[in-house]
């Protein structure tokens, strides 16, 4: 028999609480949550007719996942400006501020020249 049936025609589906093949496993849920070839259905309900119909579960899960995927657009986006502004401040207080400019070009032709009259 084809899994979730049985009988001598194999034309009988498994009755509740059976499923699978030969209908010997248990479902340890409702009648409309058990399936008879896969066993209690988490996020599927079987209707009246037999067709499966998605839950409100999967509905609510997937709106949970696109709130978490802005949380963590947004908190990637608050430790990116955090480690921006600490590698600012350090090259500032590496190089110093407005009070010690980085290299003053004027100061650099009213340098000591070395005397090389001594090199004697």
Same mark, same amino acid.
């Given at each position: 028999c084809d899994v979730g049936f049985y009988n001598t025609t194999c034309s009988s589906p498994c009755p509740y609480p059976t499923y699978g093949r030969d209908c010997q496993n248990i479902c340890n849920c409702t009648q409309n949550m058990c399936n008879i070839v896969q066993g209690c259905l988490k996020d599927i309900e079987i209707s009246e007719? !037999?067709?499966?119909?998605? %839950?409100?579960?999967?509905?609510?899960?997937?709106? !949970?996942?696109?709130?978490? %995927?802005?949380?963590t657009s947004a908190l990637t986006g608050l430790v990116s400006l955090s480690v921006l502004v600490l590698i600012a401040y350090a090259i500032q207080k590496r190089y110093g501020g407005r009070d010690k400019p980085m290299l003053d070009i004027m100061d650099m032709g009213q340098r000591e020249k070395p005397d090389k009259s001594n090199n004697l």
């Open positions: 007719n !037999g067709t499966a119909v998605i %839950s409100k579960k999967i509905a609510q899960r997937k709106q !949970g996942v696109s709130t978490n %995927s802005a949380m």
